[in-house]
Every structure is written in structure tokens, then in C-alpha cells.
Nanobody
Framework: VQLQASGGGLVQAGGSLRLSCAVS????????MAWFRQAPGKEREFVAA????????YYGDSVKGRFTISGDNAKNTVYLQMNSLKPEDTAMYYC??????????????????WGQGTQVTVSS
């Protein structure tokens, strides 16, 4: 399984970006997909997750109401729409996939596969 993240960049505070995570080697729709982020000197932080088979999404407290995770089965791609971006959203963003539904959704060890990361920088 390979995950390819893209869509990061530099944006001003209040702006928007959409991240994409293309999945190859496995159909993601039966499993959990998530986005995490990590800023320099900080631990990896849960951002959002989606379990399409049960129709549920999950969000970290710091992004609720601003970010939306979604998926496109036909394209085997997961998206993270980020609106009202803040400087504190600046981080490397990673997509992740879990091969089992018998795990949680918010901790990095819940996931088996990781993309290479895409940098998001929000200027004030």
C-alpha cells in the first residue's frame, strides 16, 4: 500500500487549502483513513479521520468546524479541506491508513501505512 499526499503550500491566515491523499495498492473504503500533523519540536497530532464503511468522521478539537475530511471511492483518494487557516495550523501533514477496524482512530499506532507528508505553512 502506498499513500501519496499533496496539496500543501503557503497561505495567509484565513485562507484555505485542500490536501489530497491518493491510495494505491488497496481500496481504502473499507478501512480508516486519517490526517495527522506534526510541527517542529511537537508530537504528531490527530487532525481528522474517516471510516466510510460506517459513515463516520472524526476531528481533533483544534480543527473542528474548520476542516472537513472526505473521500472519493472512484479515485481512491481522501481529501482534507482546510478553511479559516491559522498560523498554528502550520505543520507537516501526513495521511495514514489503517488495515483494521478493530483499532481506535486518533492515535498514530492505530495506523499501518503512512504517506510522505506535505508541508502547510500559514502566515500571519
Amino acid at each position: 500500500v502506498q499513500l501519496q499526499a499533496s496539496g500543501g503550500g503557503l497561505v495567509q491566515a484565513g485562507g484555505s487549502l485542500r490536501l489530497s491523499c491518493a491510495v494505491s495498492g488497496r481500496t481504502f473504503s473499507r478501512y480508516s483513513m486519517a490526517w495527522f500533523r506534526q510541527a517542529p519540536g511537537k508530537e504528531r497530532e490527530f487532525v481528522a479521520a474517516i471510516r466510510r464503511i460506517v459513515g463516520r468522521t472524526y476531528y481533533g478539537d483544534s480543527v473542528k468546524g474548520r476542516f472537513t475530511i472526505s473521500g472519493d471511492n472512484a479515485k481512491n483518494t481522501v481529501y482534507l479541506q482546510m478553511n479559516s487557516l491559522k498560523p498554528e495550523d502550520t505543520a507537516m501533514y501526513y495521511c495514514a491508513a489503517a488495515s483494521s477496524l478493530d483499532t481506535g482512530v486518533v492515535a498514530p499506532p492505530d495506523y499501518d501505512y503512512w504517506g510522505q507528508g506535505t508541508q502547510v505553512t500559514v502566515s500571519s
